[in-house]
T-cell receptor, first 114, second 113 residues
Framework: NAGVTQTPKFRVLKTGQSMTLLCAQD?????MYWYRQDPGMGLRLIHYSVGEGTTAKGEVPDGYNVSRLKKQNFLLGLESAAPSQTSVYFC?????????????FGPGTRLTVT | DQQVKQNSPSLSVQEGRISILNCDYT??????FLWYKKYPAEGPTFLISISSIKDKNEDGRFTVFLNKSAKHLSLHIVPSQPGDSAVYFCAASADNYGQNFVFGPGTRLSVLP
């Protein structure tokens, strides 16, 4: 049981390049999320998905797109990377049962845009 | 303006003593609260939760206290151990839906042997 995995772990992009971050979970969770973490700030939600084939915008969606074609995978795309997108990106997933819906996080992807 | 604040960026505590990490929030509609722990190069992991129907929740060495009138919660770790050294985030939501949890900036705890 791997939990939540993210690939790649590190990436350096030049301004204007594109890339896709992959998140996979093997816990059969309905909900999945993409966050970014910047120094001195809490995790900020980029996009999320409440089920296969559905996505929605979070707090900071501009410059990103997502897709959830399979329940276990959630992809985050950067079409034209900008230095402001230098950050650590975390994927998470969660149940929708239980008293409080805690999230299970992947190890993160450190992205640098030069 | 940050809705969830952790005003101490860092905290150092001697092994065996109590660690108290604080979290303040501004939205009076928040009813669900979570604490996460994060080690370097890893993702956050869930630690403990509380909802507004309670003012205290315990799990082993970890206790979370909620003071809704003061919009304040705190995480107590007793006794503190070197393995507790990590960054601790609090998160809050009005409706328990994952996409609506707002995270604080974190407090880095160092437990000194």
């Amino acid at each position: 049981n791997a939990g939540v995995t993210q690939t790649p772990k590190f990436r350096v992009l030049k301004t204007g390049q594109s890339m896709t971050l992959l998140c996979a979970q093997d816990m059969n969770h309905e909900y999945m999320y993409w966050y970014r973490q910047d120094p001195g700030m809490g995790l900020r939600l980029i996009h999320y998905s409440v089920g296969e084939g559905t996505t929605a915008k979070g707090e900071v969606p501009d410059g990103y797109n997502v897709s959830r074609l399979k329940k276990q995978n959630f992809l985050l795309g950067l079409e034209s990377a900008a230095p402001s997108q230098t950050s650590v990106y975390f994927c998470a997933s969660s149940y929708v049962e239980g008293p409080i819906y805690e999230q299970y996080f992947g190890p993160g992807t450190r992205l640098t845009v030069t | 303006d940050q809705q969830v604040k952790q005003n101490s960026p860092s905290l150092s505590v001697q092994e065996g003593r109590i660690s108290i990490l604080n979290c303040d929030y501004t939205n009076s509609m928040f009813d669900y609260f979570l604490w996460y722990k994060k080690y370097p190069a890893e993702g956050p992991t869930f630690l403990i939760s509380i909802s507004s129907i309670k003012d205290k929740n315990e799990d082993g060495r970890f206790t979370v206290f909620l003071n809704k009138s003061a919009k304040h919660l705190s995480l107590h770790i007793v006794p503190s151990q070197p393995g507790d050294s990590a960054v601790y985030f609090c998160a809050a939501s009005a409706d328990n839906y994952g996409q609506n949890f707002v995270f604080g900036p974190g407090t880095r705890l160092s437990v000194l042997p």
